[in-house]
């Protein structure tokens, strides 16, 4: 079974920075898409950024300019540099992928459980 889990989630104030990490391990062939979303109380879950396994990069408006999604895939491990960060980015930000896993005929999707940013004014 494929697991993903992030760090780095912390209370910051306004216009600081942190640097998310999320390493998938488990039995894998390859990892394909990988990203960030977040979910603030009592909002749906929205997209941060995505990154394919060519390094083609995608980002929720919100955040383009101000965040940086990377991967290297000698470790696993999926990043999110945020800069200037405000209050409304404070959220739950879950790590997301799409593993190819021997024996599957597709890939399949995977959650981590989240790590709380929090911002404050």
């Known amino acids: 079974q494929v697991q993903l889990v992030e760090s780095g989630g912390a209370l910051v104030q306004a216009g600081g920075s942190l640097r998310l990490s999320c390493a998938a391990s488990g039995i894998m062939f390859s990892i394909d898409a990988m990203g960030w979303y977040r979910q603030a109380p009592g909002m749906q879950r929205e997209l941060v950024a995505t990154i394919t396994n060519g390094g083609i990069t995608n980002y929720a408006n919100s955040v383009r300019d101000r965040f940086t999604i990377s991967r290297d895939n000698a470790k696993n491990t999926v990043y999110l540099q945020m800069n200037n960060l405000r209050p409304e980015d404070t959220a739950v930000y879950y790590c997301?992928?799409?593993?190819?896993?021997?024996?599957?005929?597709?890939?399949?999707?995977?959650w981590g459980k989240g790590t709380l940013v929090t911002v404050s004014s």
């Open positions: 997301n992928a799409d593993v190819k896993v021997l024996g599957r005929p597709s890939a399949m999707n995977y």
